[in-house]
Antibody, heavy 120, light 109 residues
Framework: QVHLQEWGAGPLKPSETLTLTCAVY????????WSWIRQPPGKGLEWIGE???????TYNPSLRSRLAISVDTSKRQVSLRLTSVTATDTAVYYC??????????????WGQGTLVIVSS | SVLTQPPSASGTPGQTVTISCSGS????????VNWYQQLPGTAPTLLIY???QRPSGIPDRFSGSKSGTSASLAISGLQSEDEADYYC???????????FGGGTRLTVL
């Protein structure tokens, strides 16, 4: 059974770069897309972007200029890099497997999430 | 949010509650809808996919439907453990990205 685990650095200051990693346990990266989704405290979910095992990416247009998602198939890890962070980037960041099939797609499973705080 | 959900819903044990998700032709109208359940303090989990399909392990008390540019999640035989936030989601052809609804907090009275 696939299990996802996210981690990243501690509190950030405005203008710094956020880097997070998601490790995939119990399954292969091939055949799936791997997504990042975030949730500001007390608010709803926002899709950030996704990548497949070959490195093909799709980003949320609102974040594209600051965002880079990469994959390391040898380590079975997916990474997120978000530059020039502000307080509005404070959120729980989740990674999730995107299952695609004829007619649709869905996120399953999700990692437990990691809280990122941006504060001066 | 481009996908509009009521911020809250409530019901008593045993009742049926329906949560709506309203969109447009570029998202719900042309793509499948998924629903996610987020229990307090936990990560979201898949509840319904492809408009009305239940993953294994999801009770048949949960059902999804779609008509035109709107989708609905129905929960029958409401239980206290159903108290959670519920999110609809769909791909948007105009945004070229994935959308979530604003979420609906379900309270079991």
């Amino acid at each position: 059974q696939v299990h996802l685990q996210e981690w990243g650095a501690g509190p950030l200051k405005p203008s710094e770069t956020l880097t997070l990693t998601c490790a995939v346990y119990g399954g292969s990266l091939s055949g799936y897309y791997w997504s990042w989704i975030r949730q500001p405290p007390g608010k709803g979910l926002e899709w950030i972007g996704e990548i497949n095992h070959s490195g093909s990416t799709t980003y949320n247009p609102s974040l594209r200029s600051r965002l880079a998602i990469s994959v390391d198939t040898s380590k079975r890890q997916v990474s997120l890099r978000l530059t020039s962070v502000t307080a509005t980037d404070t959120a729980v960041y989740y990674c999730a497997r995107l299952v695609r099939f004829l007619g649709g797609n869905y996120f399953d499973p999700w990692g437990q999430g990691t809280l990122v705080i941006v504060s001066s | 949010s481009v996908l509009t959900q009521p911020p809250s819903a409530s019901g008593t044990p045993g009742q049926t509650v329906t949560i709506s998700c309203s969109g447009s032709s570029s998202n719900i109208g042309g793509n499948t809808v998924n629903w996610y359940q987020q229990l307090p303090g936990t990560a979201p989990t898949l509840l319904i996919y492809a408009d009305n399909q239940r993953p294994s392990g999801i009770p048949d008390r949960f059902s999804g439907s779609k008509s035109g540019t709107s989708a609905s999640l129905a929960i029958s035989g409401l239980q206290s453990e159903d108290e959670a936030d519920y999110y609809c989601a769909a791909w948007d052809d105009s945004l070229i990205g994935r959308l979530f609804g604003g979420g609906t907090r379900l309270t079991v009275l």
